[in-house]
């Protein structure tokens, strides 16, 4: 069990730095040195109580933030499919990692698609422009994320009873008056 812990955090200390730089350079080319700055924050307090799974999900958010900036302009079949992969990769290790990625595409994509709506300095609207970029940008994106958001509708479906018992009125009372 030594051995496999040393393995399991030698690989989360390899691939969170790796991650971070393939993300910053989707951004921009030579702002991969920038990864050296994650490396303090490697050691966090999540991973010395134990969460390796929400310690993992950072590397894969990285890799997933990078690999869509990387195809949004050009998103395939075969891209879209691969996306779909590394968003349920993300989701297999952990939720809250999952839906900062989809919060960050959803509001990056929008303001991509206006700027390529709205190229330099004098603003034109094209309604055919408007459709290829939701049609080319926006639908494989939802096509990507539907086999992930339906396992997250699954399991918040099975949670439900857990964190919401159907209790009594009297039940709720005596709770509240007893400040539970």
């Known amino acids: 069990p030594l051995v496999a812990e040393k393995l399991l955090l030698s690989g989360y200390f390899i691939l969170l730095p790796l991650s971070t730089m393939y993300a910053l350079r989707a951004i921009q080319t030579k702002a991969g040195w920038l990864c050296i700055l994650v490396l303090p924050f490697g050691g966090n307090y999540l991973l010395h109580m134990g969460f390796y799974n929400f310690c993992y999900s950072l590397p894969a958010f990285f890799f997933f933030i990078g690999y869509w900036l990387r195809v949004r302009d050009s998103l395939t079949f075969r891209r879209t499919f691969l996306l779909a992969i590394l968003s349920?990769?993300?989701?297999?290790?952990?939720?809250?990692?999952?839906?900062?990625?989809?919060?960050?595409?959803?509001?990056?994509?929008?303001?991509?698609?206006?700027?390529?709506?709205?190229?330099?300095?004098?603003?034109?609207?094209?309604?055919?422009?408007?459709?290829?970029?939701?049609?080319?940008?926006?639908?494989?994106?939802?096509?990507?994320?539907?086999?992930?958001?339906?396992?997250?509708?699954?399991?918040?479906?099975?949670?439900?009873?857990?964190?919401?018992?159907?209790?009594?009125m009297w039940t709720l009372l005596g709770q509240l008056i007893n400040l539970e």
Do not use: E
């Open 88 to 168: 349920l990769t993300l989701y297999s290790c952990h939720l809250v990692s999952l839906t900062m990625a989809y919060v960050m595409v959803a509001f990056v994509t929008p303001l991509h698609v206006l700027s390529k709506l709205f190229p330099g300095h004098k603003p034109s609207f094209s309604s055919g422009v408007l459709r290829s970029l939701l049609w080319t940008q926006v639908l494989p994106l939802l096509c990507a994320f539907l086999p992930t958001l339906v396992a997250v509708g699954v399991f918040l479906l099975k949670q439900y009873d857990y964190m919401f018992p159907r209790w009594s």
